[in-house]
């Protein structure tokens, strides 16, 4: 079965309201109501997607992370109530993870799981890396046998759902191969499974992060899988950080002087003291204090003294530099592109501020991130970007979790099958 996309909303002649773009705190979410399901997650990062189930009211009983940087993200946000092994995944046993739940093999009501996505990613070197144990975050290790392990795991669980997680990259080229192999084993443990390209910015994440979702359920449930409909409004940087100094595009020539347009242009304009293909002034010079350290980690952030600082300057705002492939500019008008692991290291090319030539604060890749603000990062500046880089965002987990919810879980329970 080849993914899916999901469906497209028919438009609407009614006006949409798009609600003011916020995540709820930590506190907030821990006063949330249990939902009367539970959940165990394996290959946990530092808590995204389980932060997201617990957004829809699940309460995750165990989970599972390997890289010692991600487990101490995660226990610095975990619940009391969830066990975290710190075990590689292949020698963890259906028995750990349901005694740690605290149910028999079939009554677990959700298997979550995001595999390492490396070995797929179209940014990386996709089948040459494919067998080979290699560096992966602060480890060694072969990664792109791992979904199989979820699989074992699977079949002995033989939870009533599941819902698994990788990138885009898995059914593109080469890769389709191991995608319908992927999809092979989930069927044959007792599945029925459906595969769906997401957006994030399409569940209330500024943020352009395209994931493939896999969801199941077990073919003795008698139910189809289920997935969240698109929203019909997508929220922008400005959305996100609407703290950010209201920028204008120069028409003028100089700095400071003729008319100015709301809405950046590529028209080439020269400055005063350089060319600059992308020129740009603060309509409030007070809102115009240049940030060159990340405040929380002190780590300087500003890229301009390297060679991707000089292109950056020739990047438009929503463009990708011609010299550097993954150097990004955000627009402050529409989602953020996608924010990877390794964006954190301030002299490679990634995605950067749209008015400063310098990487994001921590405090604004949280938001970017579809994370609370006051979620807890551990680590360096490097390894924090990384653990909000590779999480899946809990705000779209929380869809994806309240779909399952809604339209398979609750149904089941009303009839009484669960």
């Known amino acids: 079965m080849s993914p899916r996309r999901a469906p497209r909303t028919r438009p609407s002649n009614r006006a949409v309201v798009k609600p003011p773009y916020r995540v709820p705190t930590m506190a907030e979410i821990a006063a949330l109501p249990w939902n009367g399901f539970t959940a165990a997650s394996s290959f946990s990062g530092c808590g995204g997607s389980s932060l997201g189930y617990r957004m829809a009211g699940f309460r995750m009983r165990w989970a599972s992370e390997f890289i010692p940087a991600a487990q101490e993200t995660y226990r610095a946000n975990?619940?009391?109530?969830?066990?975290?092994?710190?075990?590689?995944?292949?020698?963890?046993?259906?028995?750990?993870?349901?005694?740690?739940?605290?149910?028999?093999?079939?009554?677990?009501?959700?298997?979550?799981?995001?595999?390492?996505?490396?070995?797929?990613?179209?940014?990386?070197?996709?089948?040459?890396?494919?067998?080979?144990?290699?560096?992966?975050?602060?480890?060694?290790?072969?990664?792109?046998?791992?979904?199989?392990?979820?699989a074992r795991l699977l079949k002995a669980l033989q939870p009533r759902t599941f819902v698994a997680e990788n990138v885009s990259g898995l059914v593109k080229g080469t890769a389709k191969g191991y995608f319908l192999e992927i999809l092979a084993a989930l069927k044959a443990c007792g599945y029925l499974v459906e595969a769906r390209l997401l957006d994030a910015s399409r569940l209330g994440v500024p943020q352009s992060?395209?994931?493939?979702?896999?969801?199941?359920?077990?073919?003795?449930?008698?139910?189809?899988?289920?997935?969240?409909?698109?929203?019909?409004?997508?929220?922008?940087?400005?959305?996100?950080?609407?703290?950010?100094?209201?920028?204008?595009?120069?028409?003028?020539?100089?700095?400071?002087?003729?008319?100015v347009t709301d809405r950046p242009s590529p028209a080439i304009t020269v400055g005063t003291d350089a060319i600059n293909s992308y020129h740009f002034r603060v309509l409030d010079p007070a809102e115009g204090r240049e940030v060159t350290h990340d405040p929380e980690t002190g780590k300087n952030i500003h890229i301009g003294r390297y060679?991707?600082?000089?292109?950056?300057?020739?990047?438009p705002p929503g463009g990708s530099?011609?010299?550097?492939?993954?150097?990004?500019?955000?627009?402050?008008?529409?989602?953020?592109?996608?924010?990877?692991?390794?964006?954190?290291?301030?002299?490679?090319?990634?995605?950067?501020?749209?008015?400063?030539?310098?990487?994001?604060?921590?405090?604004?890749?949280?938001?970017?991130?579809?994370?609370?603000d006051d979620f807890q990062l551990t680590g360096t500046y490097e390894q924090r970007w990384e653990r909000i880089g590779r999480a899946v965002p809990p705000v779209m987990m929380s869809h994806i979790a309240a779909a399952v919810r809604d339209q398979i879980l609750i149904p089941l329970r009303e009839r009484g099958v669960i």
């Open 78 to 150: 975990a619940r009391p109530y969830t066990v975290l092994d710190t075990r590689d995944i292949r020698e963890v046993t259906a028995e750990d993870v349901l005694a740690a739940c605290g149910v028999a093999v079939g009554e677990l009501d959700l298997w979550d799981g995001s595999p390492p996505c490396a070995s797929f990613s179209t940014m990386g070197k996709r089948e040459k890396g494919w067998g080979l144990v290699k560096p992966y975050s602060d480890t060694v290790q072969r990664t792109d046998d791992l979904f199989f392990e979820y």
């Open 209 to 259: 992060r395209q994931r493939l979702i896999f969801v199941g359920v077990r073919e003795d449930l008698d139910m189809p899988p289920a997935f969240p409909r698109p929203l019909p409004y997508q929220y922008t940087v400005r959305d996100a950080l609407p703290e950010l100094p209201r920028l204008v595009h120069d028409t003028s020539g100089a700095r400071g002087q003729g008319d």
């Open 307 to 315: 060679a991707i600082g000089e292109a950056w300057r020739d990047t």
């Open 321 to 372: 530099s011609e010299r550097f492939f993954s150097l990004k500019r955000m627009d402050p008008d529409r989602p953020s592109q996608t924010i990877t692991a390794e964006g954190g290291n301030v002299t490679k090319a990634s995605v950067t501020h749209y008015a400063e030539a310098r990487k994001l604060t921590l405090g604004e890749l949280r938001k970017i991130g579809g994370f609370p």
